[in-house]
């Protein structure tokens, strides 16, 4: 299942299934919480779910695919029979891009035993942050189910990132476009079609401050790339450091700053934590679009 491309700027919102998420660890570890943590998402009129059983920050331990099963199928279930059941429609709009208005669910996971299972289980795409680097074998099963597929461009893992953030003398846009399209050569020759591909330039994922906000201001080469473009913003450390504000959840107004920043840069989705304020700021921000 996919978006229509182009009309305007999507917002996801997170859905972190894990104890030990860097904004929100633990507050939705239960599938009756993120199934009401769905439901006001979808209400606030955000359009995809991201659900994540395995954190990604930067020092996170790697809990093994086991556990991140474990942790996502029941609430993955339990959305997606409130999708399918009518109880989980977002708020409808004149540039909807479904008509039905059920929202999508994304996995976001790098394994392929737990993509094939949440695929079998209702998920409608897949969000890697590694790119196929972690479980190459994930681009032939995604190509097999021919589902969107998020590249996120990333270096090492949450052990080693924040030590690999040397780009050289090309810099960091030319780096992480080099590196992306590497990815994708991968992901297409395992038999992924272009039109499947999301682009992620991994905000925050071996990147420092400086470079997070490099990335952000020269967003328009990497749309050139004609692949739909997906930003994480939310609550970063890098707003963080810009702001002098500690507390990820003090970061809202950063985030809404970046997420207006990335509508008018012509970005297609936008993935944050708070899907009310957001929402608005992104339908804002469109309508100021030329």
Not at 43 to 57: H, N, P
Not at 256 to 262: E, F, G, Q
Request: proline share 6%.
């Amino acid at each position: 299942m996919a978006l229509r491309w182009g009309q305007r700027t999507q917002v996801m919102g997170v859905i972190n299934l894990t104890p030990d998420s860097f904004s929100d660890g633990g507050r939705f570890d239960r599938p009756e919480r993120a199934l009401a943590q769905a439901r006001c998402l979808v209400a606030q009129g955000v359009e995809i779910l991201d659900l994540g059983a395995q954190s990604t920050r930067p020092g996170a331990a790697d809990v093994g695919a086991a556990e991140e099963l474990a942790r996502l199928l029941p609430a993955l279930r339990l959305i997606r029979d409130a999708i399918d059941g009518g109880e989980l429609l977002y708020p409808p709009r004149s540039d909807a891009p479904q008509a039905s208005g059920r929202p999508l669910i994304s996995v976001d996971t790098f394994r392929a035993p737990v993509a094939e299972a949440a695929l079998a289980a209702g998920a409608d795409w897949i969000n890697d942050v590694t790119g196929g680097r972690a479980d190459p074998a994930i681009l032939p099963l995604v190509a097999q189910a021919g589902c969107p597929y998020v590249l996120m461009h990333s270096r090492g893992d949450s052990q080693s990132m924040d030590g690999l953030t040397d780009y050289g003398a090309v810099g960091v846009v030319e780096g992480v476009l080099t590196e992306l399209r590497q990815a994708s050569e991968q992901a297409l020759a395992a038999g992924l079609r272009r039109e499947q591909l999301i682009w992620d330039p991994g905000l925050g994922f071996a990147k420092t401050t400086d470079q997070n906000l490099e990335l952000l201001r020269r967003l328009a080469q990497l749309r050139a790339e004609g692949i739909p473009l997906l930003v994480g913003p939310s609550r970063k450390r890098f707003i963080g450091a810009v702001l002098e504000e500690p507390r990820a959840k003090g970061r809202l107004w950063g985030t809404a700053a970046v997420v207006a920043h990335c509508v008018l840069a012509g970005v297609d989705v936008v993935r944050v934590h708070d899907g009310g304020p957001i929402v608005q700021v992104a339908r804002m921000a469109d309508a100021l679009r030329p």
